[in-house]
């Protein structure tokens, strides 16, 4: 594995977003120094955070000569193509438009939905006790996980992963969603596909290696 110590990752144990990138540099054999930012301290919303990225949200990726990178997609995309062996999406446009959309599906119609600052605001604005914030997280990670589920089990470019057989954006982001869901002891419901394709990725080194529980900051 390649160290690039100028290279700089913020981070926090458990996120979905930070597992992706973590599994990109992993499949590229790229390490960088992590920055763990402590979300149940609120450091993401530190001045100083907040002058790398505005939002208050993690991951971020620190480049030489360049402003932070935000945004899992865009960092996992800026590193593919900056080292493009192995690739990280299909080699036609179909393919990369398809791996795309699903990623999407994951990482903007469904993970939103159930990020650290919804719950402050829905169980604190909103009135939720912890019950009606499971309930939430219930109704959208089931609802997001059943339209992808449909779709990889309905379409052809389905192979052992999301499309075909080599790992892409698409696993990453698939995986990722079910790693937080894991966290937070949330099992998934009459995914079969989706729960094949999770076990092909759990045993891969670079996923494995990205898992949250062993990260820096995980509870023993």
Not at 12 to 41: C, M, P, Q
Not at 143 to 158: D, F, I, P, S
Request: proline share 8%; glycine share 8%; charged share 20%.
């Amino acid at each position: 594995m390649t160290t690039q110590p100028s290279l700089e990752l913020f981070a926090f144990w458990r996120t979905s977003a930070t597992y992706r990138v973590r599994v990109g540099l992993n499949l590229k054999g790229l390490t960088a120094h992590e920055h763990i930012i402590d979300l149940d301290a609120g450091e993401q919303r530190s001045p100083a955070f907040l002058q790398i990225n505005p939002l208050g949200a993690i991951p971020a990726l620190r480049v030489p000569g360049h402003p932070p990178l935000t945004q899992s997609l865009a960092i996992l995309e800026f590193r593919g193509e900056l080292e493009p062996s192995p690739p990280l999406l299909p080699g036609d446009l179909y393919g990369r438009a398809r791996v795309r959309s699903l990623a999407n599906m994951l990482v903007a119609d469904t993970h939103p939905l159930v990020t650290p600052r919804v719950k402050k605001y829905l169980t604190g604005s909103g009135g939720f006790d912890d019950a009606a914030w499971r309930a939430w997280q219930l109704q959208w990670f089931g609802t997001g996980l059943a339209a992808v589920e449909q779709r990889l089990a309905g379409e052809r470019e389905t192979g052992s992963l999301c499309h075909g057989d080599t790992v892409t954006i698409a696993d990453i982001c698939l995986a990722s969603v079910v790693a937080v869901m894991r966290v937070f002891k949330i099992p998934t419901r009459d995914t079969p596909v989706i729960d094949a394709i999770v076990a092909r990725c759990d045993a891969h080194d670079a996923f494995a290696r990205a898992a949250p529980h062993r990260q820096p900051g995980a509870p023993a």
